[in-house]
């Protein structure tokens, strides 16, 4: 596949110091007799050849070709009567360098000296040197054009650089985000739902009382959900992995589970307890989903070289499948360094292995 060329541009507010060097073209008008006429092409000549200069300065190197070659026409026909046109051909070098890649600008570098060595020899008869000066200056600018293409291609790719990982960490803050959005929202809008069908029953049944108990736990857990919403655009925020576990006990037993915590762990690393709660979080939001069973243990185990989270329910699984909470369950484990094992031949059995980093020592 052919590259594309990158397209280059010069600092045009710069061009005019540069210009300077022209000075060299312009000194022998005033030192040497020349003819009127004489005086009036090395005037067109020098005019043509600044408005030149500044057109390659005001395109990108994609579109110099042009404005070189308008150049070397000049600086071709001044040479027999001021051949002091060397500096002109330096100019072309330059622009060479910058606009072209090495192999293209190299072989336009040997045809500006092929050039200066003709006129050398078949049209300037007054300078002795003029070949190998030309040659030497035309090859010193060349260079400098080469650096500065280096320079501006060394910008272009930084600059990418900076780009693709903005766009990067843009890419991952949405899959935060959305991720945030499922597990909590998920398990939020189940309470909800559980909130509202116990409310209703009790409506029916006559029992006022507990009915707007329920509604009004709804309440909370409708601001709830919304807290929850704004904290995902800036990362979740919670109460702690304790304080998350009891409050998820809560919503199980009011889903009509049973349930049973073994052990504790320690003082979490902050950077771990977020993903955990989380994952945590998505796991029990699928057991009040999805589970037939009413029973739910919680082990927390800690060794010395690795953490692990067990969650079990009693339900029978007759089919399971993978889908979009499990996957971002796993995808928070393993970016913390662990892995999850499940296991369904009795019940539903959810083991997150965690490395002994996850508890502060």
Same mark, same amino acid.
């Given at each position: 596949m052919k590259l594309k060329q990158p397209q280059l541009s010069l600092e045009r507010k710069y061009a005019w110091v540069y210009l300077m060097n022209l000075g060299f073209f312009v000194v022998p008008m005033f030192l040497y007799p020349f003819t009127v006429l004489e005086y009036l092409?090395?005037?067109?000549?020098?005019?043509?050849?600044?408005? #030149?200069?500044?057109?390659?300065?005001?395109?990108?190197?994609?579109?110099? +070709? =042009?404005?070189?070659?308008?150049m070397y026409g000049i600086a071709c026909a001044i040479t027999p009567i001021n051949p002091a046109s060397i500096t002109m051909f330096a100019f072309i070098g330059f622009f060479l360098g910058f606009a072209y890649r090495l192999r293209p600008a190299l072989l336009g570098l040997?045809?500006?000296?092929?050039? *200066?060595?003709?006129? @050398?020899?078949? !049209?300037? $008869?007054?300078? #002795?040197? /003029? !070949?190998?000066?030309?040659?030497?200056? #035309?090859?010193?600018?060349?260079?400098?054009?080469?650096?500065?293409?280096?320079?501006?291609?060394?910008? *272009?790719?930084?600059?990418?650089? $900076? +780009?693709?990982?903005?766009? *990067?960490?843009?890419? *991952?803050?949405?899959?935060?985000?959305?991720?945030?959005?499922?597990?909590?929202?998920? @398990?939020?809008?189940? #309470?909800v739902l559980l909130k509202a069908e116990l409310a209703q029953r009790h409506i029916h049944s006559g029992q006022g009382d507990a009915a707007s108990h329920h509604l009004k736990e709804l309440t909370e857990i409708a601001r709830t959900c919304l807290k929850q919403v704004r904290e995902s655009v800036t990362g979740y925020k919670h109460g702690g992995f304790d304080f998350v576990l009891q409050q998820l006990s809560v919503r199980l037993q009011e889903a009509g589970f049973k349930v049973h915590v073994e052990g504790a762990l320690t003082q979490l690393n902050r950077a771990y307890e977020t993903p955990l709660v989380l994952a945590l979080t998505e796991l029990v939001t699928n057991i009040i989903r999805h589970s037939?069973?009413? @029973?739910? +243990?919680? =082990?927390?185990?800690? =060794?010395? $070289?690795?953490?692990?989270?067990?969650?079990? $329910?009693?339900?029978?699984?007759?089919? /399971?499948?993978?889908?979009?909470?499990?996957?971002?369950?796993?995808?928070?484990i393993e970016r913390l360094g662990g892995h999850i094992d499940i296991n369904t031949t009795q019940g539903c059995q959810v083991k997150l292995f965690l490395p002994a980093a996850v508890v502060e020592s």
């Open positions: 092409a090395m005037t067109a000549a020098l005019i043509g050849f600044v408005a #030149s200069y500044y057109w390659a300065f005001s395109v990108s190197s994609a579109h110099m +070709l =042009k404005p070189i070659i308008v040997l045809a500006i000296i092929l050039t *200066l060595a003709l006129l @050398h020899y078949y !049209v300037v $008869d007054t300078w #002795s040197w /003029f !070949v190998y000066y030309g040659a030497i200056l #035309s090859a010193a600018i060349f260079i400098i054009g080469r650096v500065e293409r280096v320079r501006q291609e060394h910008l *272009l790719s930084q600059q990418r650089t $900076d +780009l693709e990982i903005e766009q *990067l960490a843009t890419t *991952l803050e949405r899959e935060r985000i959305a991720r945030d959005l499922h597990d909590t929202l998920g @398990h939020t809008l189940t #309470s037939e069973g009413d @029973h739910v +243990l919680i =082990k927390l185990i800690e =060794k010395a $070289d690795n953490t692990y989270i067990e969650i079990f $329910d009693n339900g029978r699984v007759t089919e /399971f499948e993978f889908g979009n909470g499990l996957l971002g369950v796993n995808e928070r």
